[in-house]
């Protein structure tokens, strides 16, 4: 796989296009535990540039998760600004926030989430038919994606036939099928074996390098981590250092 040197200030998608994918402007979140309010972000101020792999690194409570859901729309109640994609999430509606997920997003969780009445291949279709696709576009596109992560042997396999990496895989081509500009991931080797953990973070260096999507993964690992071109790390709901990683630290690519 070819190594790419990384320069933060000029990340650059696949289209050549230098720009912002994702910016926060003094975002803030507060929970409500009965009578006790929790502030779960405290003035977060960050920009993520297109076509960077970044990692969240923090102990459990520091806000990582909270504020990759506030920079992918899926909280609305929130204080400050966020601008996903160029647009202000605080001036949508709900269904205005999840149309402009579905255009410019795709989403990889810990637990796969994966239907498991529907095999890979029908797995991988289902955010194209949500958008308004079908025929044979869609099959098409949904077996070059399983394809490009390794899967094209196991399309018609349902998840409980697939290894846990195996299910990563399908969420994976599931997460690019719609060709989104950014990636959220949250903790996407969690529930892994090792090897099974270092596959998948190789392969999705490989999808950053080859295709310029902006990935952006939440991770208690060190491991996982290193695969990153930036590392922000977080502390009681604030960012304590964003440091951008060298080429000789990060993992063999």
């Not at 969420?171 to 996407?188: F, G, K, M, S, Y």
Request: with cysteine.
């Amino acid at each position: 796989m070819l190594r790419r040197m990384f320069n933060r200030p000029r990340a650059v998608a696949r289209d050549g296009v230098v720009g912002t994918a994702v910016e926060a402007r003094g975002l803030t979140k507060q929970y409500h535990q009965g009578s006790v309010i929790v502030e779960a972000l405290r003035g977060i101020d960050l920009r993520i540039e297109r076509g960077e792999l970044v990692a969240i690194m923090g102990p459990s409570g520091c806000g990582k998760t909270t504020l990759l859901n506030c920079l992918a729309g899926l909280e609305g109640d929130f204080g400050g600004e966020v601008l996903l994609a160029g647009r202000s999430l605080r001036t949508l509606g709900d269904d205005q926030r999840a149309r402009l997920r579905a255009q410019v997003t795709g989403f990889i969780f810990q637990s796969f989430n994966l239907l498991p009445t529907l095999n890979a291949l029908e797995n991988v279709e289902m955010p194209l038919l949500i958008s308004g696709r079908g025929g044979a576009e869609t099959r098409s596109r949904a077996q070059q994606m399983l394809a490009a992560v390794g899967m094209q042997d196991r399309m018609y396999h349902k998840p409980s036939a697939l290894s846990g990496g195996q299910q990563q895989r399908v969420a994976i081509a599931r997460a690019l099928v719609n060709q989104p500009a950014i990636v959220w991931a949250d903790e996407p080797t969690g529930n892994l074996d090792s090897d099974s953990a270092a596959a998948i973070m190789a392969l999705m260096r490989q999808l950053n390098q080859e295709h310029g999507q902006t990935f952006v993964i939440v991770t208690h690992a060190g491991d996982v981590a290193s695969n990153a071109q930036r590392l922000i790390r977080m502390r009681d709901g604030l960012i304590v250092t964003d440091d951008t990683v060298p080429s000789e630290l990060r993992a063999a690519s």
